[in-house]
C-alpha cells in the first residue's frame, strides 16, 4: 500500500511547499531524492517539464519514454527519458494508477480553437511554463512535450484522446525518484474549459527529501 504519512516517507525533507491553484513552480531535485507531487482536493491536472539541471539542453523526451516502456501512460516503474536517452526520473509509487504523455499543455491558441475567441485571454500551461523556464535563461523552444500528472486521457479505439473526470482522490500522489539532478518545471493547470480540473482548478503540495530507506 503506498505510505501517505509524509514523516514516514522521507528521512530528511529539504522543500514543503503548497502550490496555489493556475500558478507554476519550479525546484531542482537531486539525484537519489523524491519528489512527491499531491493532489490535495482529488481531480487537479499538473503538467510537468523535465530539464538536466547541468545541461539543459537535455531534457524529457515523451517519444523516448513511451518507446522504452512500451505504454500509452506513464504510473508506477515508468521511467521518465531524456532525448539523450538517458533516465531523468523514474515512478516509484503512485496512487492515481496512469499519467499523460500524449495530450500536451494547454495554450491560449489551443484554448482558442477549442473552446472559442472568449476563452483566448484566459491563463493556461504554456504561459505558466514560458513564466518559469525563463527564470533558467530558457525560451519557447525549450518548451517541449510534457507530463499530465492525474489528467484521465482515454484514448479512443480511432486513436481520438479524450480528456475526462480526473482518476486522483483527495491526497493522492506520485513519488519520483531523480536519476540524476534534475531540474522539474510544474503548472499546475489553471484550465476551466474540460474537466482535467473538474473544472475548479485547486492547489498541489510539492515535497522534495531524501527518502527513508536511505
Not at 73 to 86: M, P, Q, T, V
Not at 110 to 130: D, I, P, Q, W
Amino acid at each position: 500500500m503506498p505510505e501517505y504519512d509524509i514523516s514516514k516517507v522521507f528521512s530528511a525533507i529539504t522543500l514543503d511547499q503548497v502550490v496555489p491553484a493556475r500558478v507554476p513552480w519550479s525546484g531542482v531535485v537531486r539525484k537519489g531524492q523524491v519528489l512527491r507531487i499531491i493532489d490535495l482536493e482529488s481531480q487537479q491536472a499538473v503538467d510537468a517539464l523535465f530539464y538536466n539541471a547541468h545541461a539543459y539542453y537535455e531534457r524529457y523526451s515523451a517519444q523516448d519514454t513511451l518507446l522504452n516502456q512500451g505504454s500509452a501512460y506513464i504510473g508506477k516503474g515508468g521511467r521518465l527519458f531524456s532525448n539523450e536517452g538517458n533516465v531523468l526520473m523514474t515512478v516509484v509509487e503512485d496512487t492515481c494508477g496512469r499519467h499523460d504523455t500524449l495530450a500536451g499543455a494547454c495554450s491560449c491558441e489551443s484554448n482558442t480553437v477549442r473552446f472559442g475567441h472568449e476563452t483566448k485571454y484566459m491563463h493556461a500551461c504554456r504561459e505558466n511554463f514560458l513564466l518559469e523556464v525563463e527564470k533558467y535563461g530558457m525560451g519557447k523552444r525549450d518548451i517541449v512535450n510534457n507530463v499530465n500528472f492525474f489528467m484521465n486521457v482515454p484514448i479512443m479505439q480511432n486513436g481520438e484522446l479524450v480528456i475526462d473526470d480526473g482518476l486522483s482522490v483527495p491526497g493522492g500522489f506520485v513519488d519520483l525518484r531523480a536519476e540524476m539532478d534534475t531540474l522539474v518545471v510544474l503548472s499546475n493547470c489553471p484550465q476551466v474549459n474540460n474537466p482535467c480540473n473538474g473544472f475548479t482548478p485547486t492547489p498541489i503540495r510539492v515535497v522534495i527529501g531524501d527518502p527513508a530507506s536511505i
